[in-house]
């Protein structure tokens, strides 16, 4: 069966245009649709813990009101616990490692044309990208900016990177620098 497409080059390219901006317009919404989502359980969160502390505070001082010196050892000994127990979530607060410069990283120094679609980082900082390339030539610039990166350490090319000339899967494994995630 012949299929004519009786519309201009202008009007057809215009069409895909269309099609395009709807798409990015579409995932925008829902990208800020996530994010708002997000920051609004995030309010709920807060908003609880700062009742819950208010409420604690509150029954301890009506305990302490009530029992006139009774029983107080014991609630010091439960402050001095849960004081204990702030101190270690502070402490992970402190320590906590921030990923988001690695995605900024990794999204500025990925070549055009170049398909990041796989990426995974664990607990030891150690990154895995999964991607295609439809040049060789693009997976060497891809490599050359990660040894370059100043997050990065101990790139891993695996030589099944550069067999092909064209329609690449690459995978690269990299550490990442710790002092460049504690900010």
Do not use: C
Request: proline letters at 4%; a positive charge; zero cysteines.
């Amino acid at each position: 069966m012949t299929e004519l497409n009786l519309l201009p080059p202008q009007e057809k390219e215009l069409l895909n245009l269309e099609k395009t901006r709807r798409w990015v317009s579409f995932y925008g919404a829902g990208f800020l649709i996530v994010v708002l989502g997000f920051a609004i359980l995030l309010g709920f969160v807060w908003f609880f813990i700062l009742i819950q502390l208010k409420s604690y505070a509150l029954t301890a001082q009506n305990i302490k009101a009530s029992f006139q010196g009774q029983g107080v050892d014991k609630e010091k000994q439960l402050v001095g616990e849960l004081n204990q127990y702030l101190e270690k979530v502070g402490q992970i607060q402190k320590n906590h490692k921030y990923f988001s410069p690695v995605l900024i990283e990794i999204a500025n120094i990925t070549p055009a044309g170049v398909r990041i679609e796989g990426l995974s980082i664990d607990e030891k900082g150690r990154v895995e990208i999964t991607g295609f390339a439809p040049m060789r030539t693009q997976v060497l610039m891809l490599q050359e900016a990660l040894v370059k990166s100043k997050l990065f350490a101990g790139i891993e090319n695996p030589l099944a990177n550069l067999t092909k000339q064209t329609n690449i899967n690459f995978n690269f494994k990299f550490g990442l620098k710790p002092e460049e995630l504690v900010k």
